[in-house]
């Protein structure tokens, strides 16, 4: 079974320019979560949805940001502009959804931005 | 709000050695605990969870995490270390009570010299 498929894996930009980045989630995972990670910490999540919907996008900066997850299967991440401070890892995690014993999400390897 | 805590940036162990990563953690209610490994450039991978039941929990390549809920920890042990466990190390909690966000730990990074 293919797992979390995340593209593109690296990304080089000037600050300004606009980026998006992409994810697949695992077939029949209903909750797909963005997360930022920077070097050498924890990932801090950006917005959680469950099918089509986001039920958490309050750590999301939606003046540059924006996510969208249209047929509830695949999503997509957009910066525009970005910024230096932006250049980070994304990384893109499913999982099943809710109940007792949901909660281990499955992660892509990731998208790392560098902006310049 | 739930939070998790990693205390030690790094942990240096000698191959053949048990080893130990802590974690603690803040929740309101009762937590479900995670553990994942991340190597470099890769996602993270799940390593074992807690939920409910036993206190020691089994999880991949030979790890256990033990619950304890009067020192609100979870720690992460393994009884003999390999090289190739060497890698970052996540804990992350969540709480049942509060949506499905899970929360994460700042990592440590865990070095096995042979």
């Known amino acids: 079974e293919a797992g979390v498929v995340q593209s593109p894996r690296y990304k080089i930009i000037e600050k300004k320019q606009p980026v998006a980045f992409w994810c697949n989630p695992i077939s029949g995972h209903n909750t797909l979560y963005w997360y930022l990670q920077n070097l050498g910490q924890g990932p801090e999540l950006l917005i959680r949805?469950?099918?089509?919907?986001?039920?958490?996008d309050s750590q999301l900066p939606k003046d540059r940001f924006s996510a969208e997850r249209l047929k509830g299967v695949d999503s997509t991440l957009k910066i525009q502009p970005a910024e230096l401070g932006d250049s980070a890892v994304y990384l893109c995690?499913?999982?099943?959804?809710?109940?007792?014993?949901?909660?281990?999400?499955?992660f892509g390897e990731g998208s790392r931005l560098t902006v310049l | 709000a739930q939070s998790v805590a990693q205390p030690e940036d790094q942990v240096n162990v000698a191959e053949g050695n048990p080893l130990t990563v802590k974690c603690t953690y803040s929740v309101s209610g009762n937590p479900y605990l995670f553990w994942y490994v991340q190597y470099p450039n890769r996602g993270l991978q799940f390593l074992l969870k807690?939920?409910?039941?036993?206190?020691l929990v089994k999880g991949s390549y030979g790890f256990e995490a033990e619950f304890n809920k009067s020192q609100t920890s979870f720690h992460l042990k393994k009884p003999s270390a390999l090289v190739s466990d060497s890698a970052l190390y996540f804990c992350a909690v969540r709480d049942p009570n509060a949506g499905n966000m899970l929360t994460f730990g700042g990592g440590t990074r865990l070095m096995v010299k042979p």
């Open positions: 949805y469950e099918n089509e919907e986001a039920v958490d």
């Open positions: 995690a499913s999982s099943l959804g809710q109940g007792a014993n949901t909660g281990e999400l499955f």
């Open positions: 807690y939920i409910t039941g036993d206190n």
